[in-house]
Nanobody, 118 residues
Framework: QVHLVESGGGSVESGGSLRLSCVIPENIFGLCLGWFQKIPGQLREGVAVIYPDGIIEYADSVKGRFTISKDNTKSAIYLQMTDLKPEDTAQYTC?????????????WGQGIQVNVSS
């Protein structure tokens, strides 16, 4: 089994910041890595992905506010979220696999909840 372990979610007021972390098994860390957002009633959406060549893509809704990064020494990726808005409230899941745009097929974490109050 492949386990991706997320941490760092929680509740914050509008305008606040949170940092999500995800530890990814080393044997899949070289694949496309990303963070995905699931809002109730909507399809899961990729908010930020890092391709194996280092290229990063963001969803328009988070550009300028969210930053994805990776630490090769810790086999981890992060999502720094700033200027959070109530519409960012969602379950966030990290993933590793094969990307096409901001769609990914591969391995997924359990998800972590982020709640932003107005």
């Amino acid at each position: 089994q492949v386990h991706l372990v997320e941490s760092g979610g929680g509740s914050v007021e509008s305008g606040g910041s949170l940092r999500l972390s995800c530890v990814i098994p080393e044997n899949i860390f070289g694949l496309c890595l990303g963070w995905f957002q699931k809002i109730p009633g909507q399809l899961r959406e990729g908010v930020a992905v890092i391709y194996p060549d280092g290229i990063i893509e963001y969803a328009d809704s988070v550009k300028g506010r969210f930053t994805i990064s990776k630490d090769n020494t810790k086999s981890a990726i992060y999502l720094q979220m700033t200027d959070l808005k109530p519409e960012d409230t969602a379950q966030y899941t990290c993933a590793a696999g094969y990307c096409s745009g901001r769609k990914l097929q591969g391995f997924w974490g359990q998800g972590i909840q982020v709640n932003v109050s107005s």
